[in-house]
């Protein structure tokens, strides 16, 4: 007889609530709720054609933990709702961006996607909080009237000055993408009139005020953010971490011990709870300003 192999198969809690339920058998009763997992935690299931049930419009997956076996839902049937969301499972990894936005030799530093020092100390004055999860949800370059590339293909959709200020430009790609190029103090005109966007299509101009481009990647209907690096071919990511240290400013936040690196960051939901070690000081405080007392913020001007 030929057993079913076990796939191991990492998921980030993406759920939109304070925690996903963790149930005993896959039912949304509460009776059968064991405890809330927090948002963010990235959780490791063994995939088995046993181990995953469809029951009551939900696509539940059987999870062990802290010695529990129980389970926990995936996905709504009709992919209405998202609660566990793969890295493995973005389409296009490696291959989205074909080149930079902006020459590397032109690029002066970079801010990196995730759990920044500065997101953590600094993320409630800077609306990081309320927008993405208490993390920085994009990956700035470093530059002053440098001309942006789009370095994808896909459509134009809009041009906008309601965030990232000055102005912002969006592309859609085929994938379930959206790039926002954001901090643009000139549009080309252009792309209104060809709508169609190829990875030498000049985008705009960086502002010379706010000295960085950010470049932002949402998924799935603009719900979910992710990491950049993670949609660019190895040699051109692998160029940019070789390049700019996460130091200073620009570190990660050093107060527990996960997402310590560029590549190991989270995907984040859009207006979703705090999530990392923010969340869990949130609950217990439920005082944003709490953070700029700790050891690691005091150095910062937020």
């Known amino acids: 007889m030929i057993e079913n192999p076990t796939i191991e198969k990492f998921f980030y809690n993406v759920t939109k609530d304070i925690g996903l339920p963790f149930y005993q058998q896959p039912e949304a ?58 890295q493995d499972d973005l389409p296009v990894q490696n291959q989205l961006f074909e080149s930079l936005p902006l020459p590397i030799d032109d690029i002066h530093n970079v801010y990196y996607y995730g759990n920044t020092r ?53 592309v859609k790609t085929d994938d379930g993408y959206c790039v926002l190029y954001g901090h643009l103090s000139e549009v080309n005109d252009e792309l209104e009139n060809n709508r169609v966007v190829n990875p030498d299509t000049v985008i705009g101009v960086v502002d010379a005020n706010r000295a960085h481009l950010h470049l932002e990647v949402r998924y799935l209907d603009e719900t979910f953010i992710v990491n950049p690096l993670l949609l660019m071919p190895p040699n051109m990511r692998d160029a940019i971490i070789n390049k700019f240290d ?55 001007d937020c």
């Open 29 to 86: 009763k509460a009776t059968h709720l064991l405890y809330n997992i927090r948002p963010g935690r990235l959780l490791s299931v063994a995939i088995t054609p046993t181990t995953i049930v469809e029951r009551g419009g939900w696509r539940w997956l059987q999870y062990h933990e802290k010695r529990r076996n129980g389970w926990v839902q995936e996905r709504a049937l009709d992919n209405s709702e998202i609660r566990l969301l793969s």
């Open 118 to 170: 500065f997101a953590f100390c600094c993320g409630d004055e800077h609306s990081y909080d309320e927008y993405s999860q208490g993390l920085h949800g994009g990956l700035d370059f470093g530059n002053r009237n440098g001309i942006v590339l789009a370095g994808v293909h896909g459509e134009f959709v809009e041009s906008s000055t309601a965030s990232f200020d000055p102005m912002h430009v969006k």
């Open 246 to 300: 996460h130091i200073g400013v620009r570190e990660f936040f050093s107060g527990w011990n996960e997402w310590q690196s560029p590549l190991d960051q989270p995907i984040i939901r859009r207006g979703g709870w705090v999530i990392g070690r923010k969340f869990n000081i949130r609950i217990g405080t439920n005082n944003a300003r709490f953070f700029r007392n700790q050891a690691n913020c005091l150095a910062l």
